[in-house]
């Protein structure tokens, strides 16, 4: 167990430094900080100055080889754009996003894995199809369009939470139900469709035979042996929330995480913080993963990890 | 578990969050009766007033921080932090007496040791200000007694009072330290009571502020990127203020004002080459618009037609004379047909997202143009892409969508930068226009000077050098209970509001 932890980790680190140094090549071959960070009124000369006070004008081999070096010794540089350390800048916001995230795959979770499986019990009944109507819509549904609607029906119609912006509790609610909802569904509809396949399998029936009680049957037999397929999901939920979907619905909501700053670093052209922010995600993602199929081996012991 | 058990749950669940939330909701700033919210799109990144030209940092330092110029609400320039109108010494120097007996928030006296600094800090090359470009032409100051100070510039710079009205005054000391970008101390009206990143931030008034007491006792700040938030928010009661108001929302806000604003839309056409070299064939392209019709349909009526210059009447060049290209299809097509540019193509350059309906004002006009019996062929770009065709010299586009701001409110940026030939974003080489301007870009005489700007305005719209559009409106949601005018310079005076209470 030991050693494959250590091989995954050392893979992730491959991973983590492939795409920091995808993103350094992409920015500095697209963007360029003088031009949308100065008044549209300034001349090529002051853009010029500009950019040569960033150290942007440098040869790009040279740009890297700093780069790397500062990599190397833990500097991430100084956002352009924020005019502070990049790294402080995406710690400061890492933890807004965590708390959205885990909450609302949190939710997906305890509300998506009974309903798959309540759905499973009885295909085509009343409660398996408004679970499927539920999920294909969560599927469907743009993300900010669904949050700017819960935002015009709970906070504007009935006054019941806040629009944006972050600080109590009933702040939480609508971005974590904008970010829960696609999730749900589409754990729902993973859990039944492999509770369904086990439901039907000899065992299950070896097992109602010998006289189990159902819910031991359903609850742990079944469910243990459908969790696989819903645990590579749920991990992959977790990642596209992190890395992905933040993006858009903390920008609806005003919420400080990290997909805000990535959508405000793009704006700005903010090279070096786009890079930080990039390097810390990554790093989550390679964490998440390793965690995951760690956890593989908890719910089904045959499973040799490789 | 049974089904009805999982679904009493789930109730009991959304029951507990509508509780937490109902406390949530509602009208925060209805407490302190003459406390205000105001939205602003982003959160600034550094409250250091002379190191970025950002918008919103503005909307929150302009009530922190003072200039030596100020403006009135209908844009005249007059003494702020100076004590009177300053006097030229000389080609090179200007000449400032300081208003006595004022202080920064952190003890600090403001006098002339104060204006050197500021000046020197906000032009230092290593200091990288994003702001430099306004104050290119200013080299040094220099102190002559505790309340005289002398700036100088590189060559003759009519411009300079203007530039004093956007240069801010910071503490000698306090601003070297690291402290600074986070907790400004400025001349003005209000000081900072609390930031809390990602979060807001709260002014209240200074109390050693010099002038008059404000009216509003405490002003929070809070960010919302997404213009449909803000509005939602207005309408929840959350927000006394928020910016750039959609026409089309206009009804629906509590209150709402609007300003004719700083904000020219237009298009610049390239007279270097192609499709548009012939003078005709631009000509054609202004009578073929139907500007007042961009204007009623796009803008709800919020927008005055250009009078074929992108200048505001506040503006200092402006000439009351012009007049705009009328609406005229049939003249239109007859000038492409007399240049034989009919059935040709023509591209039109933009980007979506920066400025107000801006696709929609590129798509109208692309229609407009193809009705009159060209190609049209609009090409969108993101925002980055679309700066490298603007200011790629010196091969033009055909024609590409620009909106013209001119934050000093005079000619010079805007004519230096889009109308004489070596601006960044210049389509003619039109060599007396580049003469016009050059020279009134040092002419102290300011009757003369303003002369040469009102030749070098008609000089362009007679050569149509531009698809002339609008002038738009700034638009402003507000809550009931705030009482504000806008601005010319769409500053967010917070000493200019009140509410009803106060």
Redesign the interface.
Known sequence: MGRFVVRRIAQGLLVVIGVTIMVFIFTRMVGDPAKTMLPLSASPEERAAFRHELGLDRPITEQFADYIGDLASGDFGTSLWQRRPAIDAVLHALPNTFQLVLLAIAIAVLLGVPLGVLAALRPGGALDRTAVVLSLAGLSIPQFWLGLLLIIAFSVTLNMLPTAGMGTPAHLVLPTLTLAFPALGRIAMIVRSSMIDELNQQYVKTAKAKGMPRARVVGFHALRNASIPALTLTGWELIRALAGYSVVVETVFAWPGVGFLADQALNNQDLILLQAIVFVVAVMVVVINVVIDVLYRAVDPRIKLV | ?R?PR?VAV?AILALL??A???????NQSGAASSAITIAIG??P??L?PQ???DGNERAVNDNIYETLMARDPAGELQPGLAAAAPTRKGDESWEFKLRPDVKFSNGEAFNADAVVASVKRVID??F?S?????F?TITGATKVDDLTVTIETKGPDPLLPSRMYWMKMVPTKYSSEAAF?DKPAGTGPYQLKEWS????IVLEPNPNYWGTKPPISQVTY?????G??RM??L????YDLITNLLPEDVERAPKSAHLQGLEHPMIILNARGGITQDVRVRQALNYAVDKQALATQLFGGLAKVDTCQILSPQMFGYNPQLQPYAYDPAKAKSLLQEAGAVGKQIELVGQTGRWLKDAETIQAVANFWQEAGLKVKVSNYD??TY??H??Q?PNRPDSIH?S????LLDAD??Y??YYAEG???TSNSDPELKRLITEARTNIDEGSRLQQYQEAGKLACDKAYFTFLLNNEDIYGMSERLNWQPRVDAKLLVSGMSTAQS
């Open positions: 578990m089904a999982f789930f969050a509508a937490c939330g109902g406390g949530g909701g509602g982003a959160e990144t550094t250091d190191v970025r030209d090359p290593k990288n994003e702001q430099a470009s306004f290119s970008a990143r990602g979060n807001q809070k960010f919302v990127p997404e449909g938030a939602s928010g309408l929840a009661g959350e925002f980055d700066l490298k603007l200011f010299q620009v013209s701001s001119n934050e940026r805007q230096s930068n601006g960044s974003g």
